[in-house]
């Protein structure tokens, strides 16, 4: 689990979201949004986020998160007694926790640093589109160093497609596009 932080351009405040993104698969599950990250908000995102698992019937062994101080005791006991086992991060091992910083410097990248951002629903609404265009159309290299996206039929050998056989899917209005083949 890790949070970082989106400035808002309308109130002059920071927003700050909390996330979880599988090793193996690069999914990611945006947990929330809010203005004042305190250690019950962090506790209680570990208790939806542990209720979601058990209703989807999805398995997370473990879950690495850094020693900031909103990880208390009880968010350790939440994950636990869901058998997860909570791994921190070393003081000096800034790799130890790569997958989810390159998940932070990519989001910041492609979405939030190239708009400005309005509240607290207006991030959420953003982030909630962004997340669903890099877990399903965004190709990154999870499973097997494999460079297509996650929604494409392993089955298919991509060819150079000629113009007009294509159609461009705009997402968050143009920001990032996607492309699927046309009708």
């Excluded at 570990?46 to 209720?51: E, G, I, K, Q, S």
């Excluded at 629903?121 to 962004?130: A, E, Q």
Aim: positive net charge.
């Amino acid at each position: 689990m890790d949070v970082f932080h989106v400035d808002c351009a309308l109130f002059l405040t920071r927003l700050y979201v909390a996330f979880v993104i599988e090793h193996r698969t690069r999914r990611v599950h945006l947990l929330g949004v809010t203005r004042y990250p305190t250690s019950a908000w962090a506790t209680q995102l570990a208790r939806d986020f542990t209720a979601d698992l058990e209703q989807t019937r999805h398995r997370f062994r473990r879950l690495i998160r850094d020693r900031d101080t909103k990880f208390t005791e009880a968010f350790d006991a939440v994950l636990a007694a869901s058998g997860i086992d909570v791994l921190l991060t070393a003081p000096q091992a800034p790799r130890m926790n790569a997958i989810a910083e390159r998940f932070v410097r990519t989001v910041r990248a492609e979405c939030t640093d190239r708009m400005l951002i309005g509240g607290e629903r207006h991030l959420r609404t953003v982030l909630d589109h962004y997340v669903a265009h890099y877990n399903g159309g965004r190709s990154h290299q999870g499973a097997g160093l494999s460079l297509r996206a996650p929604d494409d039929d392993p089955n298919v050998i991509p060819f150079p497609v000629r113009a007009g056989r294509t159609r461009r899917v705009p997402v968050l209005g143009g920001l990032i596009n996607e492309y699927e083949a046309a009708a």
